[in-house]
């Protein structure tokens, strides 16, 4: 394989990958959640290059980002619900799922959509990137989203014609995912928003029905995965695992996902333990509690642990 084409976050970078996504190409890009893969949404055969590149199945549809808030009434229809949240929490780690202004025939009536925060941003703006980008998490399908430009390296190569390197993820884990529907929210995904702080938006966001088809197509039981087994709420190191801590401990731990035990530190360091810990048999990871970012790091870890 040749080698990953990785450049550091700076003008000329940003330059360089706007010219890329207009000749229809692929740029991997930091975002505050995880790196993700990037196409211009207005390109059919890029876009469709993004499913091939990550073995994605063609039924799961691709987050929209836009490159400014002002953006998201081209492409869904903005209830009072969703406007309030736009104006809270963009740029930043919300996507919405909204009904869709337009929809081809074969083309689900809703779209996802975020605005994510991070200079290029404002550099795609300048340099004259008028459209909108569609990016996934930067992984081949079904394994551990990338939190650094390496992981991106790793699971793509020279598949991806540029990777914007701006270091590890600020957040660590995948944006919050919310279904407005008729001015009430769904939660498809917990995420790097802690749901808390959706309370006075949305006091009655209701939990997807597991029964009911899937709503988010990506969100399968077994997604985020190692190659290693993943144990649960470990009290004890075994042999033949790596153990993989939370917090002060007495247990001799491999990696600590935050020694104080402080949940944000938690998610940033989340994929790249689960990653560098992955040439074990199994990893045994510590309880993590349920509250605030613990219930997107405790979802990651049962969708990591599930049966596959
Ligand atoms: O933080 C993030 O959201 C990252 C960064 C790169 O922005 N992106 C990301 O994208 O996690 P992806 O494709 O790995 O996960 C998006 C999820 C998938 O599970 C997909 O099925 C779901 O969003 N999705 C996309 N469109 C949808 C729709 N119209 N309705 C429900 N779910 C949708
Ligand atoms: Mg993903």
Redesign the pocket.
Known sequence: MTKANIQPANSETFARAVSILKDGGLVALP?E??Y?LAADAGNQKAVKHIYAVKGRPAH????A?VLSPEKAGDLAEISAVAQDLIDAFWPG?L?L?LPRKTSQPGE?P???M?C?DRPWRRAFIEAGFKGHLV???ANRSGHI?PTTAQHVADDLGSAVDLIIDAGPCTDGI??T?V?IENNHGVL??PGALPTSALAPYIPDLRLPNVDAPI?????LKSHYAPNAKVRLDATEKRCNEAYLAFGPTDIAFDLSLSETGDLSEAAQNLYSALRRLDTVKTIAVAPIPLQGLGEAINDRLRRAAAER
Do not use: D, F, Q, Y
Not at 60 to 63: A, E, G, H, S, T
């Open positions: 975002t959640t995880v993700g799961n549809p691709l987050i980002h780690p996507t799922v689900l809703t779209i996802a975020r994510p990016m996934p998490s989203s995948e944006s995912i279904k498809l995904r709503s988010a197509p990506g969100m």
